[in-house]
């Protein structure tokens, strides 16, 4: 049973416009998110997170988004750049779990 | 200056072999994780350490067996491989067992394949 989500395997956007990734969950315990990029060949390295109490938390180009009613979260990357081109995992944990659950990956591609 | 190190980069063994993976952190961290990453991409947790003791062991065969000799290093034995353990794994750790808060950093991956 997979409980956290990322329904688009890939994602294609130009240079400049928005990218947008999408990350849903099932486990209404889980008061923290993360989302990670990752080059080929790289480990994953961590992006942005964000606590349940917070509905948006930005850091530069990078804002993520949590609606804890749908149990949705989002990655938006404004303006998107070739760089960005990475897979992104978004990531899950409960309080006193000591781990995170990670979903299957959403491979961005930014065209230049 | 690597944060977190893994040898080998690159494994390929023959079915049945017995193999080490050695990960070691100089962040200061006091936890530290070893994930599989399979064929279809999934990043799953198998042990966590906290301070030398085992937090986490999700359900692992046997055959794997980690080892902390100290907070800074987290190896992976694998005893008797087979074709299914053929992934990338990589190691990772953290200030402290990752729930709320704890970012976690990872290694480079090691690619194993088993023949």
């Known amino acids: 049973d997979q409980q956290v989500k990322q329904n688009s395997p890939s994602l294609s956007v130009q240079e400049g416009r928005i990218s947008i990734l999408n990350c849903d969950y099932t486990n209404s315990m889980f008061d923290y998110f993360l989302w990670y990029k990752k080059y080929p060949a790289e480990g994953p390295t961590f992006l942005i997170s964000i606590s349940s109490i917070k509905d948006k938390n930005e850091d530069g180009r990078f804002t993520v988004f949590l609606n804890k009613s749908a149990k949705h979260l989002s990655l938006h990357i404004v303006p998107s750049q070739p760089g960005d081109s990475a897979v992104y995992f978004c990531?899950?944990?409960?309080?006193?779990?000591?781990?995170?659950?990670f979903g299957t990956g959403t491979r961005l591609k930014v065209l230049a | 200056d690597t944060a977190v190190s893994q040898t080998p980069k690159y494994l390929v063994t023959q079915m049945g072999n017995d193999k080490s993976i050695k990960c070691e952190q100089n962040l200061g961290h006091d936890t530290m994780y070893w994930y599989k990453q399979d064929s279809k991409k999934f990043l799953k947790i198998m042990f966590s350490y906290n301070n030398k003791e085992l937090i986490i062991n999700e359900t692992v065969p046997n055959r794997f067996s980690p080892k902390s000799p100290d907070k800074a290093h987290l190896n992976l034995h694998i005893n008797s491989l087979e074709l299914g353990d053929s992934a990338v794994y990589f190691c990772?750790?953290?200030?402290?067992?990752?729930?709320?808060?704890?970012?976690?950093?990872f290694g480079p991956g090691t690619r194993l394949l088993v023949l």
């Open positions: 990772a750790s953290s200030q402290r067992p990752s729930g709320s808060g704890e970012t976690q950093y």
């Open positions: 990531a899950a944990s409960g309080s006193g779990t000591y781990k995170y659950i």
